[in-house]
Structure formats: structure tokens, C-alpha cells
């Protein structure tokens, strides 16, 4: 490194605001004006976050959804020992909550760990993010940016609902981006993301709540520059969002099938998605030629997975993957209660222009910004960190 200052630099995550959005409201379009769409990778969050802050795929770095098969190491295979305790009580809704607390607080599975399967089935799942993604050694496949900023010994300022809402995100950050000692610093902005899952076409709302984020963000930038005239002043989001407009029960169509749960096959259902994983030819056949005949979406081929960078040899996430085209939304999703309807939902498949994520920025990006794993060399640059050959931590 040489012996000039450091510029300072604040990128702001800002969850599902999605070009199409920034676009056609003006977000901050004055103060920065170098803007592109970034190509998400198809999924949620759990795979898209890790991306951007390694600038790995998600077969990469390992992190894809949050439920992955793992019958050995489930962190509740001790359930099966309860495994003829009837339905009605293993899965009644007091149950599920304390095994949610049970993961949280007692098994170490992070604040995001749900009981998204039926209690019945969670012996056979483990969780990706059981560590702080935003902290060193967070994500399992590899070093992030914030192992390297360490490593380097690069002063930076990480905020995210770990401690933190959005507005106290904003204020604490305001002040001390122009007194710290932090010439990198990095938000994660979470709730605007539930904000749109019900709001996303409420032109009105959209408006007023936009308002309030451009308002907190200009004050943030102001404080920057008083600081340092030049400071870089970036955002960025995971992927969009998009309207929903039709609903299938993909469980229902399965479970016509007469097959049995365990014995012939095992099944994920997300919003989006369904995952399955076969036990039986006679079930992978059945199951398989059920899918066919759906018109909401379609089975994904082995290579285009490898080509969306999802594809993992050990099939954690899945035998098959069923995605629902974009507009669709998965009725029977183990990860949603059957009262909840969302106006939008993400983890579409990334040619889904509303699933388009954001690079809006003050200063000309350092490399081509086409994809959200973009965003891992453009904060690497800011930090004037050099590659490393740093051993992923396990």
C-alpha cells in the first residue's frame, strides 16, 4: 500500500430494490448518476448476499438456500426418536415455534433459522447460515470481503439487522462516517425487501416509502463528503422484485401421486421453487412426468444449472429443481403460512427482467458491472485490496 490517504467509501445492500424500481421512480438519480441492471443469481438472499461479497457462485462458495439435505449432520436428528408421535402434535403450530427458538437460541442455526419443513422432516436438513455472513469467516466456501478488509487491516464499519433497524442503521452510520476512524463502510438495508413483498405496485406507498430512504441516504452522503469531498457513495441490491399474478399448489399435484414421503422421495417447497430428492426410480419417474405436464414452470437440466452457477456435486440442494415461471408463486410453500399472499416475490429465474438487482454509484465503477458478483471486485477496489490466496474457513 503506499503511504496516500485513504478514500473513504460507503456501499449501502439495499434488499430487492430492483432496477425496473430505481428506474422508474428517479432513486437518487441526481447524486448518482453512473447506474446499471445487475443479473442475479436465481434463488433468494441465502445465495445471492454470499455472492456479492466473495464474487463466487453460489456452487462456489456453497451457499444457496437456507435448507439443505444433510441427514447425517442434521442438527435435529435426534427427532426421529419422536418420529411416531402423531402429526397433530409434532407439527401443531406451539411445536414449531419452539423448535424455532430451539434452533436460534440452543443449536446455534442464527436469527433466520425457521421451521420451514414439517417437524417430521427437519432430521433431515441442516441450515447454511448459522454464522454472521457480514462478519469474517461468515460464509463457509470461502474468504468475503470482510475476511479480506481484515486481513489487509483496511479500518471499516459493517451495520446489518444483526444489531440494528434500517433508521438506526442510517443515524449511527451519519455520524460516524465523519468522525470514525472507518474509511470503508459497508450497510445492509433489510426491510424495504418486506416493504415490497406487499406493497410492490402501491404506486402511492411506493412513492412516500422511497422518499424516506432517499432522504436517509442524502444525509449519509452529505456527512461523507464533509468529510472527504471525494468520497465514493455506491449502492447495491441482491435482485428485484416481481409482481405476483397466479398461485399453484405444487404439493397437492404431488401428493396425488400416492407416493410416500421418506420412503420413495423428499421435498422442499419454497416460494418459487420446489426441490426434490429421490429415494425410488419409480418415484424420480412419477414425480418427473407430473412436473412435465405442469404449465407454471419447469424442470431445470442438470447444465443449466451448472450455467446459473447452482449445480452442486453432492445434490445438498436438490436431485431436481422445479421453478415456477415469474409472476408465479408457489401456494403450498413450506416456508409461508397459507394466510400469506404477497404482492411480489423474488427468485425467479435471472432473465426475469424485474428481478433485475441495482448498481447506482457516484463514481465510475473500476470493472464492467453486469452481474451482483460485481459487486465483491468494485468494493475490493475501493479498499485497494490485492488478491490473496487466503484458505477458506470450514
Known sequence: MSGAP??????????????????????????LPYRAPLRTVLGYSSGAIPTMLTGKTPAEHGHWNLLYYDPVGSPFRWLRALRFVPDRILGARVTRKALKEL?????????????AVPPRLLPYFNWIETRNIYAPRGIRGGPSIFDQLTTAGVPHRVYSYHRFRDAEILRRARREVETGPATLFFLYLSELDAFLHHHVEDVALLKDTFARYEIALRELLVAA???????????????????????????????????????????????????????????????????GSLSC????????????????????????VFLLDPGWLVSSSDFSTPAWRPAGMHGY??????????????????????????????????????????????
Open 6 to 31: 485513504r478514500r473513504l467509501h460507503v456501499f449501502v445492500l439495499i434488499d430487492a430494490l430492483g432496477w425496473d424500481l430505481a428506474q422508474r421512480f428517479g432513486f437518487l438519480a441526481d447524486v
Open 349 to 394: 429465474h435471472p432473465d426475469d427482467p424485474s428481478s433485475d438487482a441495482i448498481f447506482l454509484s457516484n463514481q465510475e465503477p473500476p470493472v464492467p458491472m453486469r452481474t451482483i458478483a460485481d459487486a465483491y471486485a468494485c468494493m475490493a477496489h475501493a479498499a485497494a485490496l490485492h488478491e490473496t490466496n487466503a484458505e477458506a474457513p470450514r
Open 297 to 320: 414452470g419447469r424442470i431445470l437440466s442438470d447444465d443449466e444449472r451448472g450455467e446459473l452457477g447452482i449445480r452442486f456435486a453432492d445434490r445438498r440442494y436438490g436431485d431436481l
Open 225 to 291: 463528503r464533509r468529510r472527504d469531498a471525494q468520497a465514493g457513495f455506491t449502492l447495491l441490491s441482491d435482485h428485484g422484485m416481481t409482481p405476483i399474478r397466479r398461485h399453484h399448489d405444487l404439493a397437492r399435484d404431488i401428493e396425488g401421486l400416492g407416493l410416500r414421503m421418506l420412503e420413495d422421495y423428499l421435498v422442499v417447497y419454497d416460494s418459487t421453487m420446489a426441490r426434490f430428492w429421490f429415494f425410488s426410480p419409480h418415484a424420480r419417474a412419477s414425480i418427473v412426468e407430473r412436473l
Open 103 to 115: 434452533g436460534r437460541r440452543v443449536l446455534g442455526l442464527g436469527p433466520l433459522f425457521d421451521c
